[in-house]
């Protein structure tokens, strides 16, 4: 199975903050990747698919990036309402499987 | 607008079974894969099945094959799991999910709110 490693599994900024959260894959997965935003007691809302495309609604203070096996979620300036835990997808190959998550809190 | 919106959840011991629905509204259910998604207590998300558009095919993780099935009804725009077997490490939080597109069924854009299965006796 492919494994999907996600870095920091935690963190703290400062509102404003320019922030990056990683997701390093074990095989192969060409742009086949998402992120999801998850918050306590809602369902996870989608944020980036095929790896750099912004999803409906997503405010554009978020990208995706791609480099080799490695998938970065950025927030060019983080809000309060950016608190969450992020998750990323890989849909390349069966089983899907996701990342272990990041949490990102406000410093 | 699109609505996910699941039910059937519940207490339920070790070992019975139990299944989920998952009611499709605001878009043509038959055109879209559809899959169901879990969070156990504490956890992070884990994928647990996906379905193709009629239905003939079907895909699931080591950790449920051979115990949970997913199905749909497109006449009544519904999309179901039946759980079997059911251990403790099934408790979680299950949510349905529309995959976006055939080239992107990985991609969920539409989640229902979710609900809660509990394996316990």
């Known amino acids: 199975d492919i494994q999907l490693t996600q870095s920091p599994s935690s963190m703290s900024a400062s509102l404003g903050d320019r922030v990056s959260l990683t997701c390093q894959s074990s095989?192969?997965?060409?742009?086949?990747l998402s992120w999801y935003q998850h918050k306590p007691g809602k369902p996870p809302k989608p944020m980036i698919y095929?790896?750099?495309n912004l999803a409906d609604g997503v405010p554009s203070r978020f990208s995706g990036s791609r480099s080799g096996s490695d998938y970065s979620l950025t927030i060019s300036s983080l809000e309060s309402e950016d608190t969450a835990i992020y998750y990323c997808?890989?849909?390349?190959?069966?089983?899907?499987?996701f990342g272990g998550g990041t949490k990102l809190e406000l410093k | 607008e699109v609505q996910l919106v699941e039910s059937g959840g519940g207490l339920v011991q070790p070992g019975r079974s139990l299944k989920l629905s998952c009611a499709a509204s605001?878009?043509?259910?038959?055109?879209?894969?559809m899959a169901w998604v879990r969070q156990a207590p504490k956890k992070g998300l884990e994928w647990v099945a996906t379905?193709?558009?009629?239905?003939?095919?079907?895909y699931y993780p080591d950790s449920v094959k051979g115990r949970f099935t997913i199905s749909r009804d497109n006449a009544k725009s519904s999309l179901y799991l039946q759980m079997n077997s059911l251990k403790s490490e099934d408790t979680a939080t299950y949510y349905c999910?529309?995959?976006?597109?055939?080239?992107?069924?990985?991609?969920?854009?539409?989640w229902g709110q979710g609900v809660m299965v509990t394996v316990s006796s």
């Open positions: 379905i193709s558009t009629s239905g003939s095919r079907t």
């Open positions: 605001g878009f043509t259910f038959s055109n879209y894969y």
């Open positions: 095989q192969g997965i060409g742009n086949y």
């Open positions: 997808l890989q849909y390349d190959e069966y089983p899907w499987t």
């Open positions: 095929y790896a750099t």
């Open positions: 999910a529309r995959g976006h597109s055939y080239a992107q069924t990985g991609y969920f854009d539409y």
